[in-house]
Structures are given as C-alpha cells and as structure tokens.
C-alpha cells in the first residue's frame, strides 16, 4: 500500500531564509509524488509533482522538491521564504492507473516577518 | 479556464438527514474524485467516476454514494448524516485518459464545510 508520512506538524522559520519541509514515502512500484498547499478556508493548490526524470522539480510560486529514492524522501523547498508562504502544506502519493491521492499528514509553515 | 466550482460552500443538518453535494469539474476533464478533510483523519479519499463509471472507492460505509453525469459535473451524497460527517468535502478534476496512466495533477474546488448537529 501507498503512504507518505509528514514528521513536522509545524515548520517555523524567518522570511528570507531556506524553508524545508519534509516527506517520506513508502510505495510498491515506481512513486507519483505530488505536494499541495492549502491556504485557511480554500481547497488544495497544486504546487508539483514528480513522475520519472530530474530528482529535482521545479514548481509553483518558486518551490521545488527534491526526489531522493535512496532515502524514500520527497522534500519541498524554496531558497527565501515569504510571509505569504505561511499555510499548511500536504506530501501526497498516488498509485500508477488510479485516481487516488493518499496524503501527508500536513504540515503547518509559519513564516514569521 | 474556470476553476473547479463545489456548492454550496457551507452546509448545516441535523443527525439523521440527507446532504447533495455538487462539483463542476474544470472543462475537459473527465475524472472527478471527492475527499473528506477533517481534523482527526486528515485527508480521506472517497471516489473518483470517469465517464459517469466509479473506478475506485475508499472505505467509507455505503451512506457515502456518488454520481457523475454526461458532462463530467459530480454529486456525492450523504444519507442518515452522523455527527462524524461533519468536515470539509472537497472535489477535484483531473484530465485522465482513459487506458492512460494516472500521472496527472488533480484541481481541488474551494470544497463544502459541511456541519451536522
């Protein structure tokens, strides 16, 4: 079965520094990894997603995530966080020919001024 | 293009009712799956319907139905709604072909709140 687990609840970190946040899969063939963000009262914005090629994509609103398959991670990342960064972002896994997405637990990014 | 459009986007029942929730999927695409987003569970996967087919199913009981009609919009509904179906149901869209693998991005709508009492 799929699974990806999220370890942070929360990731704190200062406008204009490096952000992280972390997620590790667990699949049974080839992983279809995605990540979203979901701002207060709004559905999920897709940021990027990762199929086959380059370990490290490129995604909305300057994130990226690098796909590590030794360590089974899939971390998101941006070079300088913004304030309006600040919302809860979700890893999420998806099985070849089927349309479900399992997620994360989330994880909460407060960028503070 | 339109976005994926979910209504109403907020909902308040008693035990015991039946709740319709709609979903406009984004033009052109034909697949269509509902989550449940609570606090305690998370993100849950429902359903998803191709071609007014369900393909795949979650692990909810049989109150938590679906349908999707000939132009791609979605329903889902709730029968004998229980305190624990209150949540947020969201619904997204994806442009997946049929006999093709699933490597698409799905579009959530802004999702129903959906409040039983």
């Known amino acids: 079965a799929q699974s990806v687990a999220q370890p942070e609840d929360q990731v704190n970190v200062a406008e204009g520094n490096p952000l992280t946040v972390k997620c590790t899969y667990s699949v049974s063939g080839n992983p279809y990894l995605f990540w979203y963000v979901q701002y207060p009262n709004r559905g999920l914005q897709f940021l990027l997603k990762?199929?086959?090629?380059?370990?490290l994509v490129k995604g909305s609103y300057g994130f990226e995530a690098e796909f590590n398959k030794s360590q089974t991670s899939f971390h998101l990342k941006k070079p300088s966080a913004l304030v309006s960064d600040s919302a809860l972002y979700f890893c999420?896994?998806?099985?070849?020919?089927?349309?479900?997405?399992?997620f994360g637990t989330g994880t909460r990014l407060l960028v503070s001024p | 293009k339109a976005g994926v459009t979910q209504t109403p986007r907020y909902l308040i029942k008693t035990r015991g009712q039946q709740v319709t929730l709609s979903c406009s999927p984004i033009s052109g695409h034909r697949s269509v799956s509902w989550y449940q987003q609570t606090p305690g569970q998370g993100l849950q996967f429902l359903f998803e319907y191709f071609s007014e087919t369900q393909r795949n199913k979650g692990n909810f009981p049989g109150r938590f139905s679906g349908r999707q009609f000939s132009n791609s919009r979605s329903e889902m509904n709730v029968s004998t709604l229980e305190l624990g179906d209150s949540a947020l149901y969201l619904c997204a869209s994806s442009f997946f072909l049929a006999g093709g693998s699933a490597y698409n991005e799905q579009f959530f709508g802004p999702g129903t709140r959906l409040t039983v009492l």
């Open positions: 990762y199929i086959t090629g380059d370990n």
């Open positions: 999420a896994v998806i099985r070849a020919g089927f349309q479900k997405l399992v």
